[in-house]
């Protein structure tokens, strides 16, 4: 069943992103029964962000080709496919696990806390708060679960703020879940940063093709941004650090049709990051507010050095305020902006969406202002500062995505089957079973041009010289 073109959540979020309202006109869906079923309406969101981001891309093409603007059709079914990828990624056959055994909900004296300890620093920080010995340390299964029973029992002695403020304070994760979170944010804020005239972009088969993005971003959002502009065209280097290591499985599942490289920013790999820059046309910074300040990545840094360039910046929190400046993850923001509490179960224990939607969601919309700026530099010149946060999608799946006039999905003669949305590529890794892109403009990428590579091993430099983009 084909929905309604131009719902409410579809309207909200193309205006957020500065698009024309007559461009919604463009956008319908293909409903299919059963996906991502929540009290919250997270289909509606989910659809509602690839729908944009499927029309951001369609809008820079149309501006690239000269031609008209095409026509979007998104299937629910690929959305919700897209939107749990890393639970349907296998290598040779085996399937990875989303948590460690220390993330999640626990109990406290007066209520719950969600922790995040899937990186081993992470994990160290969180037991070394609260005195429990031995957390740094990987160990056996035997181990983990002595360990999980040793943090169920400290946790349960304390109240949840007090956990919240003492794993804080050592550089840890754990947030109190709470009934209602700090108040409405803003989904995209967009800021023109110079006049400087940008290089014209020619006629191409894809929309971001011939675009440069430097990648500094870290667990689903931003990855997911930069994975959906790789397959759209970019050239996309994505940039870690040395010293911290990727999950091969979390990058098996984003780094999909990007290159993957590793500098040391406090030694001479300085210079290759400012080679870089010179001639990117965007970047996308995904860590902790301030994190990469001191290696002149600031927006205003990169404002000074860089007229006319894209810089993208993600954050888990509100931009103000006590929480601005830390640490977050998906499901973190779910416990302190009462998802978990609307989700919670019939016995009380809190609940969860039923994917990282705020990660996915977040990451959708990000690729989609990446690519209304890239369009409007072209229209009317200048740089642009883009400001996305996990915190401003889930304040809009809460108070603005319920306010529409979607439909609800009950009424197709389709079942989901994820099985149908998946394909297959062998990498690096191995043979990979992964979720298909689900960008639905008219003649989109059903796939991306390479599989993910090993972490860090490509070359620090971009594709071809920059006498090939002009």
Known sequence: MLSHPADGPTADAWSALGGAPEWVENVTYREVAGVLPARLPVRRMARAVVGVCSLAAAELLALRSGGPPRPVLVDEGAVATAFTSERHLRIDGRAGSSFAPLSGFWRTADGWVRTHANY?????????????????????????????????????????????????????????????????????????????????????????????????????????ATRTLALLGADVLRVDSPRLPEDEWAHADTGFGKRSARLDLSGPDRTVLEELLASADVVVTGYRPGALDRFGLAPEALRERRPGLVVAQLRAWERSGPWAGRRGFDSLVQARCGIASIEAGADGRPGVLPAQALDHGTGYLLAAAVLRALTDARRHGGGRLLRLSLAGTASWLIHGVGQGDAGTGTGSGEEYDPARRLAVADSAYGRLVHARPPLGYRGAPQDWSRPPGRWGTDPAVWCGPVRDRR
């Not at 108040?183 to 940063?193: F, K, M, N, S, W």
């Open 120 to 224: 081993p620093h992470h994990r160290a920080r969180l037991t070394a708060a609260l005195g429990i010995p031995g957390g740094g340390d990987a160990g056996a299964a035997g181990d983990a679960d002595a360990l999980s029973r040793r943090l169920a029992r400290e946790l349960a002695g304390h109240t949840a703020a007090e956990v919240e403020e003492t794993v804080y304070a050592a550089g840890g994760l754990a947030v109190a879940v709470r009934d209602c979170g700090p108040g409405a944010q803003p989904l995209v804020e967009t800021e023109r940063t110079d006049d400087t005239p940008v290089r014209p972009l020619l006629p191409a088969e894809l929309p971001a093709e011939g675009v440069r993005v430097l990648d500094l971003t870290r667990v689903i959002a931003g990855p997911v």
